[in-house]
């Protein structure tokens, strides 16, 4: 296959468009303390003693990822925290895109200031795409089994994608353009991450992704047009809960990116954060 100059360039800024969604996206301020969300003097009841931490998707940011689920999550009496990680050479409105391995330190120090903050010995997470599957990383290698007692990923992955068949052109461009390897890990090294095999995504997978501790919900839609297959996210693993959202809701259209904005997802959420919690079906037919 020979690919021009031209042609990587156009590649590239494909790439960088795709990652600037979330900026081009409403914007949305960083919550005031007034909706329960990042207030860092709210302190956990003893319902919900556990503050729940939300991590967003690749090329998304912590306010546009959460502007729907975390008000809604803080109103049943959550202390709800969010971050933006992983930033790089798009700007501060654009993470996820460094190594899923330096994220995971980044989530860790996270944790221990939510923890610190709130006087709570664990934290709930909750995450959104490559927000299931780094968390996924630090509960297994960074020491957070021990910190966290309930994990949640929605539009989940945990095996890699094959972004609907082009990871093969992915990988022969990576392969027959010069420098081009080079330049998606300084811009996204996320991105070769997840194109498999790859050694983080082995390391993920190496005896079981799940670890003892934590319980695991992970939430998957049979319409999702990123994380292909759509399997990639189920778990399969004992002590862990899958759930397609078609098989909870036979009217819930949704594909990745609307996941974000799903209320049946919330109730997901809810449910796996606290049993009692009873969801409900509601139509939703935005399949992005």
């Not at 081009?24 to 931490?53: K, Q």
């Not at 709570?120 to 910190?147: N, R």
Request: glycine share 12%; hydrophobic share 40%.
């Amino acid at each position: 296959m020979r690919v021009t100059n031209g042609g990587a360039k156009r590649i590239l800024a494909v790439l960088a468009a795709a990652l600037t969604f979330g900026a081009i996206a409403p914007a949305v301020a960083e919550a005031a303390p007034s909706s329960g969300w990042n207030d860092w003097g709210c302190r956990p009841s003893a319902a919900h003693p556990e503050p729940v931490v939300l991590v967003h998707g690749l090329g998304a940011n912590d306010s546009v990822n959460w502007f729907f689920h975390a008000p809604k999550i803080a109103a049943q009496g959550y202390c709800v925290f969010s971050l933006t990680y992983g930033t790089g050479i798009l700007g501060p409105s654009v993470g996820g895109l460094t190594s899923m391995r330096d994220s995971a330190a980044q989530l860790s120090r996270f944790v221990d200031k939510v923890r610190m903050s709130t006087d709570a010995a664990k934290v709930d997470i909750v995450g959104h795409s490559e927000g299931s599957t780094m968390p996924a990383y630090y509960l297994k290698y960074g020491g957070g089994a021990a910190k966290v007692a309930h994990f949640v990923g929605f539009g989940a992955n945990y095996r890699g994608t094959t972004l609907g068949g082009l990871d093969t052109l992915a990988k022969a461009l990576l392969t027959t353009v010069p420098g081009l390897a080079t330049v998606l890990r300084t811009a996204c090294g996320a991105c070769s991450e997840y194109l498999a095999p790859s050694p983080f995504l082995d390391d993920l997978a190496r005896g079981g992704v799940h670890v003892a501790g934590p319980t695991y919900t992970s939430i998957v839609s049979r319409y999702d047009e990123v994380v292909t297959p759509y399997t990639s996210g189920i778990l399969d693993e004992p002590g862990t809960t899958d759930i397609v959202l078609q098989d909870f809701c036979a009217s819930d259209a949704s594909g990745h990116l609307s996941q974000a904005i799903d209320p049946n997802v919330t109730g997901l959420i809810l449910h796996a954060l606290d049993a009692s919690y009873a969801p409900t079906c509601t139509p939703f037919t935005l399949p992005l």
